[in-house]
């Protein structure tokens, strides 16, 4: 069965980095289209990023765009999301998504503050 495991999370102040991992079990990358959302208390989780081997360009939230790209290493069965010039608003869980087998991962905290 597919598992997804986040990873990366972290406390870092506003204009800092972090890269999540999303590390998936299993040989799912022969095909795979992987999405990334994040979630805040009282809201519903949004999409931040898609990253896939099907043709399709990557995309990206309006509000990351120029700021997050999402990546992938087939060999290591893992997709990334590097995330740079961190704003206080980009706070919350991230999760990943396997959007072919529709599995989602656990989440990881991201908290972004001075």
């Known amino acids: 069965q597919l598992q997804l495991v986040e990873s990366g999370g972290g406390l870092v102040q506003p204009g800092g980095s972090l890269r999540l991992s999303c590390l998936s079990s299993?040989?799912?990358?022969?095909?795979?289209?992987v999405r990334w959302f994040r979630q805040t208390p009282g809201k519903e989780r949004e999409f931040v990023a898609r990253?896939?081997?099907?043709?399709?360009?990557?995309s990206y939230a309006d509000s990351v765009k120029d700021r997050f790209t999402a990546s992938s290493d087939s060999a290591k069965s893992t997709v990334y999301l590097q995330m740079n010039d961190l704003k206080p608003e980009d706070t919350g869980i991230y999760y990943c998504?396997?959007?072919?087998?529709?599995?989602w991962g656990q989440g990881t905290q991201v908290t972004v503050s001075s």
């Open positions: 998504y396997n959007q072919v087998y529709q599995v």
């Open positions: 299993g040989t799912f990358f022969r095909e795979y289209e």
């Open positions: 990253i896939g081997n099907n043709g399709a360009s990557n």
